[in-house]
């Protein structure tokens, strides 16, 4: 299996640039068909003083979000062309501008979507808690600084034995086998008769090695810490540059009402994050 559909989330020129860098060499060593994916700002109607819609203000609105996606999209065919790929672009409308409301019905048709992570202190940017909740296919998420990478030499993995993690695992295996070296993350793993702590882990990375992939599991008691952190340290010490996540074990209301692993990666990876539910 590999990932012959990539759909790739484009919206503002800084987002734009950041994730064309991961998907275009990505899709290029991949040899895989990228689907640009921009969504153009409806304009909200705008009453004037004397009660009437402001058409005006419509035309110059409308006028502005064209002229700025003709732009992305030029770009993003110059690029394209450029590296010799199959490819397509999709603009879509929507009142938000935000190309994951709308446009879950073309990445559903995806082996993989790229976007970024948005930046924490802007409200702009791609939304990529609904896109991984929603879309049901793999995203792969470029983080807002730093450098851009396409090829992942390390990668950790975070094991919890959930259905999302098993998920996240095997739709991340065709990165996983390219990767020189792989490390299971288990933190706090449950004694029972069936696995103990020393063991947790073994079956994963047994299924993982059938493939080829070069594996490694490391366990740690969190003695207090969050998981979130444990990560975070971990991603540090081991050198990874790819995060493999099973996101929203809980339920999507709990994290967002109480916070939770999946929402705290989302807003300060330091690193390419893929994550699947």
């Not at 064209?66 to 603009?91: I, M, N, P, Q």
């Not at 909740?133 to 396409?150: C, E, F, K, Q, T």
């Not at 070069?214 to 003695?223: F, L």
């Not at 109480?258 to 990666?265: D, H, K, N, P």
Request: proline share 5%; charged share 20%.
């Amino acid at each position: 299996m590999s990932f012959k559909t990539i759909a790739a989330i484009l919206q503002g020129e800084q987002e734009f640039q950041r994730v064309l860098d991961c998907a275009i060499p990505l899709a290029s060593r991949l040899e895989a068909h990228l689907v640009g994916i921009h969504a153009e700002v409806l304009p909200v109607p705008y009453t004037a003083a004397a009660g009437f819609p402001d058409t005006d203000f419509i035309q110059v609105s409308t006028e502005l979000n064209k002229e700025a996606t003709l732009k992305l999209r030029g770009t993003f065919h110059e690029r394209v062309e450029d590296a010799g790929l199959s490819f397509e672009w999709r603009t879509l409308e929507s009142f938000s501008g935000d190309g994951t409301l709308a446009g879950l019905p073309n990445v559903r048709a995806a082996d993989l979507i790229v976007a970024a992570q948005r930046d924490v202190e802007s409200d702009d940017g791609t939304d990529v808690e609904s896109l991984v909740y929603d879309a049901g296919r793999p995203v792969l998420m470029v983080p807002h600084s730093g450098p851009i990478l396409s090829s992942f030499r390390r990668v950790l993995l975070a094991w919890n034995g959930s259905r999302e993690a098993a998920r996240a695992t095997f739709d991340a295996l065709p990165l996983l086998i390219e990767a020189d070296q792989t490390d299971i993350l288990i933190i706090d793993p449950p004694e029972s008769s069936d696995d103990t702590p020393d063991a947790a882990g073994s079956r994963i990375a047994a299924s993982l090695g059938r493939h080829g992939v070069s594996v490694g599991v490391s366990v740690r008691n969190s003695q207090g810490q969050s998981v979130e952190t444990l990560i975070q340290d971990r991603l540090a010490a081991s050198g990874a540059d790819l995060l493999v996540l099973g996101a929203y074990s809980h339920s999507w209301l709990r994290e967002l009402l109480f916070g939770g692993v999946t929402r705290s990666i989302l807003r300060s990876a330091p690193v390419t994050v893929f994550l699947s539910r």
